[in-house]
T-cell receptor, first 111, second 113 residues
């Protein structure tokens, strides 16, 4: 395993509030990713990072921002949570060979 | 967004049977990956394939990188109850700093003991 932790593991929040999810890795992997997983949609990439302070958008980036100030941590922020952002969020890391290693996930409910 | 065509969507089999699933794409990939996801957990990498025609095994699992580089196959032999879960394929398109995977929608496997 890649030594990936996510926090919190579960969160319930209200519409309109900001939310930050944290991903922490101990493997010194260059690449980090945020996905959301919803029934019928599989894994969809939100944002990814290819180095400290280097990030790019994925296919479902609207309403999300990310930051990576050090190799170990990749933060995902929902600026103003909406019910459509209720989902399970996975962080993953990778070395660049293509292999990605996933964290345990965060279940977010927006009421 | 771009997706791989993964089939079948679901399978219900008897313990001891062999299982086959596959992924196809209109794009050429440099790497094919197969993952398994158990309920409530993150996907776990099963097999990685890096060369066209490559055949790789991991215990009872065998995967192949299609010769056209547009498809991949996963076989599970002599299935057991702990094989239950969702299996995902993913392909890597290399482009500069881009190391994004393209994903299939998964094959849900149920095993009847």
């Amino acid at each position: 395993d890649a030594g990936i932790t996510q926090s919190p593991r579960h969160k319930v929040t209200e519409t309109g509030t900001p939310v930050t999810l944290r991903c922490h890795q101990t493997e010194n992997h260059r690449y980090m990713y945020w996905y959301r997983q919803d029934p019928g949609h599989g894994l969809r990439l939100i944002h990814y990072s290819y180095g400290v302070k280097d990030t790019d958008k994925g296919e479902v980036s609207d309403g999300y921002s990310v930051s990576r100030s050090k190799t170990e941590d990749f933060l995902l922020t929902l600026e103003s949570a909406t019910s459509s952002q209720t989902s399970v969020y996975f962080c993953a890391t990778g070395t660049g060979t293509g292999e990605q290693y996933f964290g345990p996930g965060t279940r977010l409910t927006v009421t | 967004g771009q997706q791989l065509n993964q089939s079948p969507q679901s399978m219900f089999i008897q313990e001891g049977e062999d299982v086959s699933m596959n992924c196809t794409s209109s794009s050429i990939f440099n790497t094919w990956l197969w993952y398994k996801q158990d309920p409530g957990e993150g996907p776990v990498l099963l097999i990685a394939l890096y060369k066209a025609g490559e055949l790789t095994s991991n215990g009872r699992l065998t995967a192949q990188f299609g010769i056209t580089r547009k498809d991949s196959f996963l076989n599970i032999s002599a299935s057991i109850p702990s094989d239950v879960g969702i299996y995902f394929c993913a392909g890597l398109l290399n482009a500069g700093n881009n190391r994004k995977l393209i994903w299939g929608l998964g094959t849900s496997l149920a095993v009847n003991p």
